[in-house]
């Protein structure tokens, strides 16, 4: 099962939603990614490092070991709250519920992306992803 199947199944099974599969495809390749079908978890994981609260998060779901939560009110602010809420009423669903749902279920796609470091040696390695957030601010 790929990422964003996964990510489909967990964000149908946590918000009860009674969307197509390929609604919530498009749903969230709209949001995380490049609204063509695929999920930018790196960019996403590279944002997050760029963000002195979300750096340590990003790093737990990115390394081995438990994943540390992310509030629903930091994925609003990282994602933007209208990015949000269009990718709510996608799904026909509220902005709380969405953001409710995304903050657990981000944590374990970028997990599973990242298992064996698949992710971590696209971007380079865990300093590849804070070299690029760094380079953000330069």
Same mark, same amino acid.
């Given at each position: 099962?790929?990422?964003?199947?996964?990510? %489909? !199944?967990?964000?149908?099974?946590?918000?009860?939603? *009674?969307?197509?599969?390929?609604?919530?495809?498009?749903?969230?390749?709209?949001?995380?990614?490049?609204? !063509?079908? @695929?999920?930018?978890? !790196? $960019? &996403?994981?590279?944002?997050?490092?760029?963000?002195?609260?979300?750096?340590?998060?990003?790093?737990?779901?990115?390394?081995?070991?438990?994943?540390?939560?992310? *509030?629903?009110? +930091?994925? &609003?602010?990282?994602?933007?709250? @209208?990015?949000? +809420?269009?990718?709510?009423?996608?799904? #026909?669903?509220?902005?709380? *519920?969405?953001? %409710?749902?995304?903050?657990?279920?981000?944590? !374990?796609? /970028?997990?599973? +992306?990242?298992?064996?470091? *698949?992710? &971590?040696?696209?971007? #380079?390695?865990?300093? $590849?992803? /804070?070299?690029?957030?760094?380079?953000?601010?330069?």
């Amino acid at each position: 099962m790929d990422i964003i199947q996964l990510g %489909t !199944q967990l964000l149908s099974d946590k918000l009860g939603l *009674s969307a197509s599969p390929e609604t919530i495809n498009q749903a969230m390749s709209s949001l995380l990614g490049d609204g !063509q079908g @695929n999920v930018d978890l !790196q $960019g &996403l994981a590279t944002k997050m490092a760029s963000n002195a609260d979300l750096g340590a998060i990003v790093n737990s779901w990115l390394g081995d070991g438990g994943n540390s939560p992310i *509030s629903a009110d +930091a994925l &609003l602010g990282l994602l933007g709250e @209208n990015q949000v +809420a269009d990718f709510a009423g996608k799904l #026909g669903t509220d902005t709380s *519920s969405a953001a %409710t749902g995304l903050a657990e279920v981000l944590p !374990q796609l /970028m997990d599973k +992306a990242s298992s064996g470091g *698949s992710l &971590l040696e696209a971007a #380079g390695g865990l300093g $590849g992803v /804070m070299g690029a957030a760094k380079s953000l601010f330069s």
